[in-house]
Each structure stands twice: as C-alpha cells, then as structure tokens.
C-alpha cells in the first residue's frame, strides 16, 4: 500500500490521508506541481497539507533519524482555511527534525499549511506525515537528492557554473571533499563526458525560488509601513521558523540583512491581488 501512495504522490497528485488530510509537493513556487525528479542539493520545494473538509486537526512533518543528514523542513506558513489561530511550531531532537501543526477549530476545507522543504544532502530522504500521538507515520514521501550543478551558489545552473565545469575540463586528479569544485558529478576522479551529460541534464535549473510574503502588515501593498516593519528587526541573527521576525527573513537564513532588503525591494509598491 505504501508504495502505492509513493507512486502516486510521484505523478504529481494528492494522496488521501487519514481523516481526510492530504499533501501534495509543489515546486518552491508553491503552485507547480513537482514531477518526481531527482533534486539538487540545495534545491527548495514546498509541502502543502490541505483538506477536503473543516475539521480540528493535529499533526506533524518529521524527518526521522538519518533522514536528517539529508534534508530540512522550515519557513512553515498557514493558510486562511486553517482557522483563526492556527498553532505551528518547528523543533528537533536527536531523533527527529520536525514541524507541528494545529489547526484552529473553526477551520475550513481547504489549503490548511505550507513548510518548505530543502535537500541539504546527496542520497535519499524520506518525509513522515505524522498524526498526533502515532508512532509510524500515515504516510511517507521520498526524495533523490544527487550533487549540486550550481556550483557558484547563485541558486541558478548557467553560464557561470558552465565557466567553473569547463576549467576542470579533462582533468584527472579530482579527489574528496572537493572534487574539482564538484565538477567531478560521477566522482570517478576525472571531469570528462558523463559528467558533462548529467550537468547538462540540470541546464537552467533554479534551485531555490523564495515566493514569501512582502505584505508584513496584510494591508495587500507592499509599501513604507512594511519597510518600518523591515528596517525594525535589521540585522536581527536569531530569526527562527514558524515566524521568521514577522517574515523580514526572507531567505529564512535566520538574518535579515541586505540580502532580504534586496528581495523585498524587488516587490516594491506592488499591490497583492
């Protein structure tokens, strides 16, 4: 049965779960359905958990054990449809890496939340789908992670990481950690064709696409009121999920910075449809 739900989750549609939850897995846009690929470390997408009927529920996202070496939940978010006073709260221990959700109970069908989700890792991960108080989770989704092709961390495969590959070209002395720069993608010691197929297989590839929220008030305009909000937690290093220093992180990397300046200065006088 659990392959079944694997299989099914992996084309791309919604699997039903106990009590009438369900998730489906977006691209980090939160809207592309995600087609079961491998992913890049580093890539971001999103775990959407929704339901077909309004109802008080309580539950949780973990990564268990080993799982954690390879991936991470975060920047958790709920929708209007999981009530006035939704409840989330990320935590992790030596076992578990994880996000809990409550719903409120005047909660609608409907999207009820959304956590991103990171490979930070090559090799499989598995994520739980936990109802409160189980033990085994109702359900699991499993990630490939494979090397990254970005290897300038610019969160894109272009020219620049084509530039980085081509100056290893035909090399024969790549070796652990680096592997020339990670060009070495079979890690066989050498950068030549195969490796040359398997970066071109990620051409163009985003591997993170931030779509958070520059309404920090919800008044839908992005504008000066959410530029105090902004400028008021500037430099703030201990932002954490689910709050994020009201969404001012914008990159979620626990800082607000000129880099999340940049990101809310791109959305400037926009109004929210």
Partial sequence: ????????????????????VSIRVCEADGNTPFDGREIMVGTWLTIIINSDVG???PGDLMLKETNKDYGFLWGARAFDAAGTEPYIYCWEDNQFQAISFN??????AGDWFIADYQATGVGNCNVGL???????????????????????????????DLSVFASYWQVYTCNNPN???????????DVDFEDLTLFLNYWLEVTKCNVCTRDFNKDDEINLIDFAILTSYWLAEDCSCPGWCQGTDIDNDRNVNFIDFAL???YWLDKIQ
């Fill in 130 to 160: 936990y109802e409160w108080f189980s033990t085994e989770p109702t359900y699991e989704i499993s990630f490939s992670h494979v090397r990254t092709r970005d290897f300038n961390n610019d969160t894109k495969v272009n020219f620049m």
């Fill in 103 to 108: 719903t409120d109970m005047d909660a609608n």
């Fill in 179 to 189: 592997w020339c720069e990670g060009s070495d993608l079979d890690v066989d010691g």
């Fill in 1 to 20: 049965m659990k392959n079944l739900i694997l299989l099914t989750l992996f084309l791309g549609t919604s699997v039903a779960a106990f009590g009438e």
């Fill in 55 to 57: 109802e008080y529920w």
């Fill in 264 to 266: 809310f200065s791109n």
